[in-house]
Structure formats: C-alpha cells, structure tokens
C-alpha cells in the first residue's frame, strides 16, 4: 500500500505561486509514475500534469503548459507541482496519485482509471 499525502495548496492573488508537495508513505515510489489531477466545484476531476518514474518524462494538460512545473525526488519519495501565473479558474481541490503500469507511455498517465493510488487532496483557491 501507498499511502499519499498532499500539502502546499492555499489562498493567492491572481499572477501568484504555489508549490505543492504530494508526500509518499507505506512504500517505495520507485517503479510508480505520479500524476496531479484537479478538480472543481461540479466538474469532473481533470488530468493536470504527469512524470515517468524510469525516465523522468513528463506531460501537461494544455491549461497547465508553460505555467507548472512536475517533479519528483525520488530519495525523498515526494512528487511537486510548482504552479507560476495563477489563474482563477485555477481554483481545485488538486490530487496526487501513484500509477504502476509499467512499460506504458504518458498517454497512459492521463486517465485517472489508470491510477492505483490516491492523495486526500489539497485546496488551491485562486483570487482575482
């Protein structure tokens, strides 16, 4: 079991910055590719950014291209999502989550079905 736990969400202005920390315990995250999803009020949870354990490859929804960063420290087993230019209608409760499927391509990292195991959840409220 993976037990995974999120931090760093918060209240900012319009243009600010938040870096977002997804905590890995109960195992090892080496051989789980990590993904962020977001979710807002009355929407379906959405794909927001995802990266390879083995390569370290990563991918972007196109809202999040140029504005967030993934990463991951494997040591330390924790997953960032360092999000610049916040925008209001970036307001979500944002996920972490551990996928094991091995020999699959980031495509595969978008589809929340494909995932194992899942963060509680951390609040980004973005103001204009």
């Known amino acids: 079991q993976v037990q995974l736990v999120e931090s760093g969400g918060g209240l900012v202005q319009a243009g600010g910055s938040l870096r977002l920390s997804c905590a890995a315990s109960?195992?090892?995250?080496?051989?789980?590719?990590m993904g962020w999803f977001r979710q807002a009020p009355g929407k379906e949870r959405e794909f927001v950014a995802s990266i390879k354990w083995s390569s370290g490859s990563t991918a972007y929804a196109d809202s999040a291209k140029g504005r967030f960063t993934i990463s991951r420290d494997n040591a330390n087993n924790t997953v960032y999502l360092q999000m610049n230019s916040l925008q209001p209608e970036d307001t979500a409760v944002y996920y972490c989550?551990?996928?094991?499927?091995?020999?699959?391509?980031?495509?595969?990292?978008?589809?929340?079905?494909?995932?194992?195991?899942w963060g509680q959840g951390t609040q980004v409220t973005v103001s204009s």
């Open positions: 989550a551990a996928a094991y499927i091995p020999f699959s391509g980031l495509p595969a990292l978008r589809v929340r079905g494909n995932y194992n195991y």
């Open positions: 109960g195992r090892t995250l080496a051989n789980y590719d």
